[in-house]
């Protein structure tokens, strides 16, 4: 019989950190006492655990509770949420849109930089990245584009950004001297509604984006799928009538149509997303999709329904404001709070 393996003293407690230090990001400041009723663990324990967190400078007493009941007041322990910072960027073809956020998902500060006809693009990002810092040092910088990005290597082609360039990540990791990821933005958006937008809670999905870029980002079983040379969901290029869908959906264009006729033309693209992935939903994404709402959505959804055999729901993007960041921000504040909590 295969002896059970059970984790070592030094395993354990790092489990047990990271749990509590998880439960102070999602709920605030707690007492002992809570920590104990959340956890499960005991007294000693949570004990421990509280003086390991403040002697690494990751948590420190946040204030008392209790005043109105007898006994001492218990203290409230909170994260340092200054102890780390990260920057999300979305870099369009014709601005530069930054957020610096602390480890616990504060906004710091934001930056718009319109971009000039030819930029040096890494000392232009660098200094919005700056600017919005105020001074701090991004542990981790999180960068959305358009164009495709190599899972393994990161190099970055097409796009059609001023001053882009192949290294573009490299070089920016070189001149902040900090960890750049880039990743291409509709990936980066479809992070967005997976966290806390129309499709939170599902582990397969589709996202369309049309905005001023369009293509589509694929989640299946939780996972962000980007293809072998980073170019799944590129559905901008599929010819709809002799034509490329992004012609046809280019925001000056979809303004002209009414509802009825762009959801004629938008169920040709989904209905090869959902032939090809059977996600079970899909999501209608970017300025396009989000304005077109539950009205826009409903209208794909029947024509959908009367060609492919496979349920699948439409719904409009949840996420207010910039999708891209927002996904960019979430993204780095995980790979932060991996490296920081452990």
Same mark, same amino acid.
């Given at each position: 019989?295969?002896?059970?393996?059970?984790?070592?003293?030094?395993?354990?407690?790092?489990?047990?950190?990271?749990? &509590?230090?998880?439960?102070?990001?999602?709920? /605030?400041?707690?007492?002992? !006492?809570?920590?104990?009723?959340?956890?499960?663990?005991?007294?000693?324990?949570?004990?421990?655990? +509280?003086?390991? $967190?403040?002697?690494?400078?990751? +948590?420190?007493? %946040?204030?008392?509770?209790?005043?109105?009941?007898?006994?001492?007041?218990?203290?409230?322990?909170?994260?340092?949420?200054?102890?780390?910072?990260?920057?999300?960027?979305?870099?369009?073809?014709?601005?530069?849109?930054?957020?610096?956020?602390?480890?616990?998902?504060?906004?710091?500060? &934001?930056?718009?930089?319109?971009?000039?006809?030819? !930029?040096?693009?890494?000392?232009? +990002?660098?200094?919005?990245?700056?600017?919005?810092?105020?001074?701090? =040092?991004?542990?981790?910088?999180?960068?959305?584009?358009? /164009?495709? +990005?190599?899972?393994?290597?990161?190099?970055?082609?097409?796009?059609?950004?001023?001053?882009?360039?192949?290294?573009?990540?490299?070089?920016?990791?070189?001149?902040?001297?900090?960890?750049?990821?880039?990743?291409?933005?509709?990936?980066?958006?479809?992070?967005?509604?997976?966290?806390?937008?129309?499709?939170?809670?599902?582990?397969?999905?589709?996202?369309?984006?049309?905005?001023?870029?369009? /293509? %589509?980002?694929?989640?299946?079983? /939780?996972?962000?799928?980007?293809?072998?040379?980073?170019?799944?969901?590129?559905?901008?290029?599929?010819?709809?009538?002799?034509?490329?869908?992004?012609?046809?959906?280019?925001?000056?264009?979809?303004?002209?149509?009414?509802?009825?006729?762009? &959801?004629?033309?938008?169920?040709?693209?989904?209905? =090869?997303?959902?032939?090809?992935?059977?996600?079970?939903?899909?999501?209608?994404?970017?300025?396009?999709?989000?304005?077109?709402?539950?009205?826009?959505?409903? $209208?794909?959804?029947?024509?959908?329904?009367?060609?492919?055999?496979? !349920?699948?729901? =439409?719904?409009?993007?949840?996420?207010?404001?910039?999708?891209?960041?927002?996904? %960019?921000?979430?993204?780095?504040?995980?790979?932060?709070?991996?490296?920081?909590?452990?």
């Amino acid at each position: 019989m295969a002896s059970v393996k059970t984790a070592d003293p030094t395993m354990a407690r790092a489990i047990n950190d990271r749990l &509590a230090l998880d439960l102070l990001l999602e709920r /605030g400041p707690l007492t002992a !006492p809570q920590l104990r009723d959340l956890t499960g663990l005991s007294r000693p324990t949570v004990a421990d655990l +509280i003086e390991r $967190l403040r002697a690494s400078g990751l +948590i420190e007493v %946040a204030g008392e509770t209790g005043a109105n009941r007898r006994g001492p007041n218990a203290r409230l322990y909170g994260l340092i949420a200054d102890r780390a910072h990260v920057a999300g960027v979305n870099l369009r073809r014709d601005a530069v849109h930054v957020t610096v956020a602390d480890i616990a998902g504060n906004e710091i500060g &934001a930056v718009s930089r319109r971009l000039p006809a030819e !930029p040096d693009l890494v000392t232009f +990002i660098a200094e919005a990245v700056a600017e919005a810092a105020d001074g701090r =040092v991004p542990h981790t910088l999180v960068l959305g584009t358009p /164009g495709l +990005i190599h899972p393994r290597t990161g190099l970055a082609t097409g796009g059609d950004v001023p001053g882009g360039r192949a290294d573009l990540g490299p070089a920016l990791r070189d001149r902040l001297g900090t960890r750049v990821i880039v990743e291409n933005e509709v990936n980066l958006a479809a992070i967005a509604e997976h966290r806390g937008g129309a499709a939170a809670g599902r582990d397969d999905f589709a996202l369309l984006w049309m905005d001023d870029g369009v /293509g %589509a980002a694929i989640v299946l079983d /939780g996972r962000l799928r980007r293809g072998a040379s980073g170019g799944a969901g590129e559905v901008g290029l599929l010819k709809i009538g002799g034509e490329d869908f992004c012609d046809l959906v280019e925001a000056g264009v979809a303004r002209d149509l009414g509802p009825e006729a762009l &959801a004629d033309v938008l169920v040709e693209s989904v209905f =090869v997303l959902v032939a090809v992935m059977d996600p079970g939903l899909v999501v209608l994404g970017g300025r396009i999709g989000r304005d077109g709402g539950d009205r826009l959505a409903g $209208l794909v959804a029947d024509r959908l329904g009367a060609v492919s055999p496979a !349920p699948t729901e =439409v719904r409009a993007s949840a996420i207010e404001g910039d999708t891209i960041r927002r996904g %960019a921000v979430l993204t780095a504040l995980d790979l932060v709070r991996d490296d920081v909590f452990g």
